[in-house]
């Protein structure tokens, strides 16, 4: 049994988190910090709750006292990278699920964030399990990648080195915005509507193109939804591959990823809402050799909560799929 903590438990992604740990067979759940809401009960927060527990405020010294193994920080950039310096990371491993460390290069990360990265004494992991599983098993931090950054890079990963250009048109439901978004606040802007924003400079293509060389676009969408998110991939390429060899390359890449899952038709949202699943499909190729590429998951599960789980899981030498199917 292992010991683990969130800090930032009362947002959309801390409670999914706290969901799913509550129920977790191999941990116990021990802080549920909340800056804001200190003693209350969850489901004051969140009415379809069905436990009885409240959030708690330790500071970072009660919380270094008890030891835990697993801390998980769903906290705002910069904030999360501040709390990390606080804690005793010779027993506590970390999994951050803000994109303080998902940059290696921290210039980078200044220049999409705006503001310099803390270094630390540890080396961080990017948690995309499907392609580094080996170092987050022994990592002593995880940086848990973007919502729109996993599907993308999923999607687009296999094909990449064939591809003269990649355009990545995204849409997910408003809860990737947050509780304090406008769409939480004043559903009626989104009710009925799709909005696209940050059309060329969104910080989740950056942090794409550390893992796809191919040049890309990218444009992401909210839609009226709460939770699910889809990638279409549109991949130009420069030599000639049949749909087959396509879908052959993807089978034998993710052939042994517990939650990927490529399917024979196209993917919809709602048949990866609320499950850890990525589906990726479509494969088919145009007349101009343009290849599509279609994928979908939750962006509360795999892509925030239920990755940093699965990471968890590594972490800490359980099966993959605990507590999550």
């Known amino acids: 049994m292992k010991s683990v903590g969130i800090i930032g438990a009362s947002g959309y992604t801390g409670h999914e988190l706290t969901k799913l740990?509550?129920?977790?067979?191999?941990?116990?759940?021990?802080?549920?910090?909340?800056?804001?809401?200190?003693?209350?009960?969850i489901r004051s927060l969140y009415p379809d709750?069905?436990?009885?527990?409240?959030?708690?405020?330790?500071?970072?010294?009660?919380?270094?006292e008890?030891?835990?193994?697993?801390?998980?920080?769903?906290l705002p950039h910069a904030q999360s990278m501040d709390t990390t310096q606080e804690i005793n990371t010779e027993h506590t491993r970390i999994i951050d699920l803000s994109a303080d460390y998902r940059f290696k290069d921290a210039e980078m990360y200044e220049k999409v964030y705006g503001r310099s990265q803390h270094k630390t004494s540890f080396e961080w992991v990017y948690g995309l399990p499907e392609l580094f599983r080996d170092d987050i098993r022994t990592a002593r931090g995880v940086a848990n990648p973007g919502c729109f950054a996993i599907a993308s890079i999923l999607a687009t990963?296999?094909?990449?080195?064939?591809a003269r250009h990649i355009?990545?048109?995204?849409?997910?439901?408003?809860?990737?915005?947050?509780k304090n978004s406008v769409y939480a606040k004043d559903p009626d802007v989104i009710h009925d509507n799709l909005i696209?924003?940050?059309?060329?400079?969104?910080?989740?293509?950056?942090?794409?193109?550390?893992?796809?060389?191919?040049?890309?676009?990218?444009?992401?969408?909210?839609?009226?939804?709460?939770?699910?998110?889809?990638?279409?991939?549109?991949?130009?390429?420069?030599?000639?591959?049949?749909?087959?060899?396509?879908?052959?390359r993807y089978k034998k890449l993710y052939g042994d990823?517990?939650?990927?899952?490529?399917?024979?038709?196209?993917?919809?949202?709602?048949e990866t809402r609320a499950t850890n699943y990525c589906d990726i499909g479509g494969f088919e190729i145009d007349e101009t050799?343009?290849?599509?590429?279609?994928?979908?998951?939750?962006?509360?599960?795999?892509?925030?909560?239920?990755?940093a789980v699965q990471n968890m899981n590594i972490m800490c030498d359980f099966a993959e799929t605990e507590g999550l199917i």
């Open 157 to 162: 990963y296999p094909i990449q080195d064939l």
């Open 289 to 307: 050799n343009q290849l599509v590429v279609v994928a979908t998951l939750d962006n509360l599960w795999k892509g925030a909560a239920g990755q």
């Open 49 to 64: 709750y069905d436990g009885d527990e409240s959030y708690s405020g330790f500071s970072i010294d009660e919380i270094n």
């Open 21 to 41: 740990l509550r129920k977790h067979s191999l941990v116990e759940l021990k802080v549920l910090n909340s800056k804001h809401h200190v003693g209350q009960k």
């Open 196 to 248: 696209a924003y940050n059309l060329t400079r969104h910080r989740h293509k950056y942090e794409i193109e550390q893992f796809i060389q191919a040049p890309l676009s990218f444009t992401p969408h909210v839609i009226d939804t709460y939770q699910g998110l889809m990638c279409t991939a549109h991949i130009l390429l420069d030599k000639t591959i049949s749909e087959e060899e396509v879908r052959d």
């Open 167 to 178: 355009v990545l048109d995204c849409k997910s439901g408003w809860s990737g915005a947050g």
């Open 257 to 270: 990823a517990a939650f990927v899952r490529i399917t024979e038709t196209v993917p919809q949202i709602a």
């Open 66 to 74: 008890l030891s835990l193994d697993i801390v998980f920080l769903a």
